[in-house]
């Protein structure tokens, strides 16, 4: 790229700032946990003079994993904000975690960006989530580029995990995958590996030399440009073959000398359009170095290739009701349209809402309409409610600077939105708006919560409230059959995450307890019975009798009650009370205290007494009539069965199908799908899947992808019925 500077780096005590949007840049940093992100937007935090050479803020934490979770678990779990300024314009630095749980806050990072660094081990090579998140990047034409970090590594080799990239990556267009600069090594040491010490710019054909601890820009040594040659030519033809002069390839062929001033500006134009994805290099800064090796190439590359919020199409907006409005465009001037991208709590200052704005400027002391809807199966409610914006501010480390206002393109943190939620929207009081959701994972890993004591008991339900507000990848369920409180997460470190800040944000200590699948009973024949209730010692007499006949029906026809009593056996006004008595005891369950289903209970016979009977006599003797008529006969135990889709790379079909036939499931059939996946469609037995996110992922190696839907309930193998029942009858 150019050889510009940064003549105005963010100084350490203000917010980075943008007057208009062509002056920003958003870019997500993708890639697998380890990678190197975080390492890397320190080192471009560094590079730009936003941070000390220790890489670290004032206040001596880490810039970018700054939460105390971050520091004990050594990952990031959170998306993470850090603005720096180079050449005059304002980047915003979205780092992202790269484990498979936290994939809701890589998705947040998508949404607020405008293009995507995929960060990319020498070491340790390209998963299939990096893969997948690539291909998401390219279904809706995301700019992208790729960093190959961790070249300091005796296993690293540039020019193999160029070529992986490009075969990962490039698709059918590999030439679309290309490097901009070669690492250059410096002398073996004495374990034979020969550090990087700078880079070769093949447009440039400049050695950027690092090895001095700063970045010198020197005319190559006469053995460098040999080793150059043949990649400088794939590289200049492929950034010919984008360009928009259909000329050039022609007269390039023909053995015109194109001009460097062209090809990096047709580079630019392809990079921002998405169809060139250029590879550079990372490598640590040498002892007392300023810069990281390869930052400033790849601040280069961010302001001059990757595009202004001005070329992104903004999401799609309705009214809260449902009505189209005409697309936004990125306009400080325009209607006010902004995103909750994060929602975050601190215990000085309350909320903080971390926000993308679309269209319009957001300003501190405004009053905004806050829209959030579509996330009622998760626990959260619909709202729409008017909020006064707080202070804006701009993340530093845990530290927020002060920011004026926020014009659209930009990113801040609003302080003290009492009711917004992560992904809701915030426009004029005026006018409201309500724009298109960006697709969430569905979080599939169930965990049953129990309060620790009364004390925790009096404080969980606020605190849950208040992790579904932050997170809405996680599903808070009260289950009404099995009266457990359930928390759906993606994966166990996320459910660890949440526990965690349970705990120590919000005080409230719970435990985790076995997870119940909501059983249901039924009678397996025809049965009859007679429930008796006669007590006439002692004060006020009871008196009902009642004979029923029951008898099982097709799935889904709940409880029948009919009335064939003649002459008058049950008088009238008490036939309610055995109905009431019978479907009470239906409720509680007959044989292990599950849910009785689709039966015809039939009332045939009784008698009554002219003092002692009573509605509450006739409800007893309905629901003794039940369980006495469950005792005469078989009864089965349904469980509920999930319809599971499972999408998967072609070479792990046979694994998976094998495991869910080793789960009791039946594989209903196989679809090919783009990309060398199949689609397997199952039925299994919910008991059996409770950790299938956990386990499909083994499976897979990360690569696999699944959907659950309640089908309906079958009959439990009798063994099994018969352990579930002994649990039940000793408590446990």
Not at 92 to 99: M, R
Not at 678 to 703: N, Q
Request: hydrophobic letters at 40%; charged letters at 25%; a negative charge.
């Amino acid at each position: 790229m150019g050889d510009r500077t940064n003549t105005h780096p963010g100084a350490a005590g203000r917010a980075v700032s943008a007057g208009q949007p062509s002056s920003l840049r958003n870019v997500v940093l993708v890639g697998h946990s380890g990678s190197g992100k975080t390492t890397l937007v320190e080192a471009l935090a560094l590079a730009a003079g936003a941070v000390n050479r220790a890489g670290r803020v004032e206040d001596g934490n880490s810039l970018s994993d700054y939460d105390e979770i971050e520091h004990r678990q050594q990952r990031s779990v959170q998306l993470s904000l850090v603005p720096v300024e180079w050449g005059g314009l304002k980047i915003n630095l979205l780092d992202t975690p790269g484990y498979a749980d936290f994939v809701g806050e890589l998705r947040a990072g998508l949404r607020a960006a405008d293009a995507a660094l995929f960060v990319v081990s020498a070491a340790d090579g390209v998963d299939g989530s990096t893969r997948m998140v690539w291909e998401e990047c390219a279904a809706v034409g995301m700019p992208r580029a790729i960093v190959v970090t961790h070249l300091e590594s005796a296993r690293a080799d540039f020019e193999e995990m160029t070529a992986v990239c490009q075969r990962v990556f490039g698709g059918d267009d590999p030439d679309a995958v290309l490097p901009l600069y070669l690492p250059l090594h410096g002398e073996e040491g004495a374990d034979g590996h020969a550090p990087v010490a700078g880079l070769i710019g093949l447009l440039s054909q400049r050695v950027l030399d690092y090895s001095a601890g700063e970045r010198v820009d020197r005319a190559p040594d006469d053995e460098h440009l040999p080793l150059i040659e043949e990649a400088r030519n794939r590289l200049i033809e492929g950034i010919i073959a984008e360009s928009e002069d259909e000329t050039l390839m022609d007269r390039y062929l023909g053995g015109e000398e194109v001009d460097v001033k062209t090809l990096v500006e047709d580079l630019e134009r392809a990079v921002a359009r998405g169809t060139f994805h250029p590879v550079l290099a990372a490598a640590p800064a040498s002892e007392g170095s300023k810069q990281g090796i390869g930052t400033v190439e790849l601040l280069e590359l961010i302001t001059g290739g990757f595009p202004t919020p001005l070329e992104r199409e903004a999401p799609a907006v309705t009214t809260p009701q449902g009505v189209p409005r005409p697309a936004l465009a990125c306009d400080p001037a325009g209607p006010l349209a902004a995103e909750v991208v994060k929602t975050a709590s601190d215990p000085y200052v309350g909320r903080i809402s971390l926000v993308r704005v679309f269209s319009g400027t957001l300003r501190p002391d405004d009053t905004v309409h806050v829209s959030g809807h579509g996330l009622e199966d998760r626990g959260h409610e619909d709202h729409d409610v008017d909020e006064k914006i707080g202070a804006l501010s701009a993340p530093f480390g845990k530290q927020q600077r002060v920011m004026s206002e926020a014009i659209a393109g930009d990113l801040a943190c609003v302080a003290k939105l009492t009711r917004a939620e992560t992904g809701d929207t915030l426009s004029a009081k005026n006018d409201p708006l309500l724009m298109e959701p960006w697709v969430m994972p569905d979080p599939l890993l169930p965990v049953a919560i129990e309060a620790h004591s009364k004390a925790d008991e009096d404080k969980l339900s606020v605190g849950l409230s208040r992790l579904v507000a932050e997170d809405p990848t996680m599903r808070l369920e009260q289950n009404p059959d099995t009266h457990q409180v359930v928390l759906w997460c993606l994966g166990e470190a996320h459910m660890d995450v949440v526990l965690e800040r349970l705990r120590s944000r919000y005080g409230v200590q719970v435990d985790a307890v076995p997870h119940k699948v909501s059983l249901r009973e039924t009678f397996g024949d025809k049965a009859a019975a007679r429930g008796r209730h006669v007590k006439q010692s002692g004060g006020h007499g009871q008196f009902a009798i009642c004979e029923i006949e029951v008898e099982p029906l097709p799935e889904g026809s709940g409880i029948e009650f009919v009335d064939k009593v003649v002459g008058g056996a049950v008088p009238r006004q008490f036939i309610p009370s055995v109905e009431k008595g019978v479907r009470a005891q239906a409720a509680r369950g007959v044989a292990a205290g599950y849910q009785l289903v689709d039966v015809r209970v039939t009332l045939l016979d009784g008698k009554a007494h002219s003092v002692d009977s009573s509605d509450a006599a006739f409800q007893t003797a309905g629901a003794l009539a039940l369980r006495e008529a469950a005792s005469q006969c078989r009864m089965h135990l349904l469980e509920p069965y999930s319809e599971v889709q499972v999408l998967v790379s072609d070479e792990y079909v046979g694994s998976i199908m094998s495991d869910l036939s080793g789960r009791r499931g039946r594989v209903v059939g196989t679809e090919q799908t783009p990309g060398g996946r199949t689609l397997v469609r199952a039925e299994v037995p919910e008991i059996e899947i409770g950790r299938y996110a956990v386990d499909l992922r083994s499976l897979s190696h990360g690569t696999g992808r699944f959907s659950r839907s309640y089908s309906r309930h079958e009959p439990m193998p009798p063994q099994l019925a018969t352990k579930i029942r002994e649990e039940a009858g000793s408590g446990t």
